[in-house]
């Protein structure tokens, strides 16, 4: 049986959203920016894909940039801001100490550059603290930066209050939502967003296309020099293709939320239920607070990778942590940041389930991954001294 349990990494390519690129492959090859009529098509598809992603988010079309993923979108909003701040002398932004590193390391950057950066704690329940975030606002802070929903643990932040915060004290609000798009209602203007990165792979769009939402009084500024395509915000020609593709594939996944979602957490919750059986296990990240398709555990006594390879022979694709991370030997960033110590940090496991998920699969998953624990804490030296009360159990 082959299970794929890792939506949070990246998504198959939806048939909607496959069918919408394959014109722009084939027949409608022409660039936007030509002038002739057989371009013009293709421009008015862009305008159609973005009034789609508009839509979706409660946001106006020319306020939505398309990028070339998540990363890139993180990149310039956050450097965008930065120098918006620079201009009035602040040089401060806070953010949390879980972000993705696209987050993190474009913040390492500015530090370097001179910005102060304050990273929010975010507890043992993966979930920030208003307090926290309203005791660390200051003067000088030009950005709020604060991830929708967490991509090893899951776990989903109060995003509008937190907004309704930066609102009233003027600063602007930055979220990466990459892996809460097309799973959860967003509404950038109920939800006081400012500026929110989206990816299209996350989805069931293809790789390599995202967009970034920008609410239309705050200033951007481009990453990407040339040509003037994207309002003269993000230049190159663009991946109309990709677009099309985005577009059908958030159309149909933020109209399918309130179907897809029961049916994900009841067997997100089966997981949960089951694994969580094992003895010496515990479950990362807030019960509730949370993606409907992510789980993320701990297994104490056990690796990680060797975990992963023994379900990858029966057939399970998952995660240790984020696909970024995986094949460094040091725990997760996010793991840490809710308090695990090293050696329990090392053995996690993420599922994240999607809506391609079937019962059957979960079958699989809750038979096999007791088994495969079992397996490796018998042959785990750490296990047998935890066991014969060498050292204490840590869960
Ligand atoms: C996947 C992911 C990204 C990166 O998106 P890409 O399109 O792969 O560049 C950024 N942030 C989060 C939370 C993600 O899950």
């Known amino acids: 049986m082959f299970v794929y349990a890792d939506n949070a990494a990246t998504t198959s390519v939806s048939k909607t959203a496959l069918d919408a690129m394959l014109p722009f492959l084939t027949e409608y090859?022409?660039?936007?920016?030509?002038?002739?009529?057989?371009?013009?098509q293709v421009t008015e598809k862009v305008a159609e894909a973005r009034e789609t992603v508009a839509?979706?988010?409660?946001?106006?079309?020319?306020e939505i940039y398309f990028t070339s993923g998540g990363s890139e979108s993180d990149n310039q909003a956050i450097m965008s801001a930065a120098r918006v701040g620079a201009?009035?002398?602040?040089?401060?932004?806070?953010?949390?100490?879980?972000?993705?590193?696209?987050?993190?390391?474009?913040?390492?950057?500015?530090?370097?550059?001179?910005?102060?950066?304050?990273?929010?704690?975010?507890?043992?329940?993966?979930?920030?603290?208003?307090?926290?975030?309203?005791?660390?606002?200051?003067?000088?802070?030009?950005?709020?930066?604060?991830?929708?929903?967490?991509?090893?643990?899951?776990?989903?932040?109060?995003?509008?209050?937190?907004?309704?915060?930066?609102?009233?004290?003027?600063?602007?609000?930055?979220?990466?939502?990459?892996?809460?798009?097309?799973?959860?209602?967003?509404?950038?203007?109920?939800?006081?967003?400012?500026?929110l990165s989206l990816s299209g792979h996350k989805f069931h769009a293809p790789k390599g296309i995202g967009a970034l939402y920008v609410r239309k009084n705050i200033p951007l500024f481009n990453l990407i020099?040339?040509?003037?395509?994207?309002?003269?915000?993000?230049?190159?020609?663009?991946?109309?293709?990709?677009?099309?593709?985005?577009?059908?594939?958030?159309?149909?996944?933020?109209?399918?939320?309130?179907?897809?979602?029961?049916?994900?957490?009841?067997?997100?919750?089966?997981?949960?239920?089951?694994?969580?059986?094992?003895?010496?296990?515990?479950?990362?990240?807030?019960?509730?607070?949370?993606v409907p398709g992510t789980v993320n555990m701990c297994f104490e006594g056990i690796e990680g990778e060797a975990l992963l390879l023994l379900l990858?022979?029966?057939?399970?694709?998952?995660?240790?942590?984020?696909a970024c991370t995986s094949g460094s030997l040091d725990p997760s960033h996010v793991l840490l940041s809710i308090g695990l110590p090293h050696e329990v940090a090392h053995g996690s496991l993420r599922l994240s389930i999607g809506e391609y998920t079937t019962e059957e699969e979960i079958d699989h998953i809750v038979k096999v991954v007791p088994q495969v624990v079992e397996y490796l804490r018998n042959m785990s030296p750490v296990w047998d001294e935890l066991e014969r009360g060498v050292k204490p159990h840590l869960i």
């Open 87 to 195: 201009r009035k002398n602040k040089k401060h932004i806070i953010s949390t100490k879980f972000e993705h590193h696209a987050v993190l390391h474009t913040l390492k950057r500015l530090e370097k550059e001179g910005y102060e950066v304050t990273l929010l704690d975010v507890h043992e329940d993966g979930v920030v603290r208003l307090e926290d975030l309203e005791a660390a606002l200051r003067e000088d802070t030009c950005l709020v930066t604060i991830m929708f929903a967490n991509n090893e643990i899951g776990t989903v932040q109060p995003i509008k209050e937190i907004g309704a915060l930066c609102r009233a004290k003027g600063v602007p609000f930055h979220t990466d939502a990459v892996q809460a798009v097309g799973h959860m209602h967003i509404d950038v203007e109920e939800m006081n967003i400012d500026m």
């Open 312 to 322: 990858d022979r029966k057939g399970i694709c998952a995660s240790s942590g984020s």
């Open 29 to 40: 090859y022409g660039n936007p920016s030509s002038l002739y009529s057989f371009a013009q």
């Open 225 to 290: 020099e040339g040509g003037g395509q994207e309002r003269g915000k993000r230049a190159g020609t663009e991946n109309v293709a990709g677009m099309a593709a985005l577009a059908a594939a958030l159309k149909e996944s933020c109209e399918n939320i309130d179907i897809v979602t029961p049916r994900i957490t009841a067997m997100r919750d089966r997981i949960i239920a089951e694994l969580s059986k094992i003895p010496h296990s515990r479950l990362n990240g807030h019960r509730e607070k949370r």
């Open 55 to 62: 839509r979706c988010l409660g946001a106006q079309p020319r």
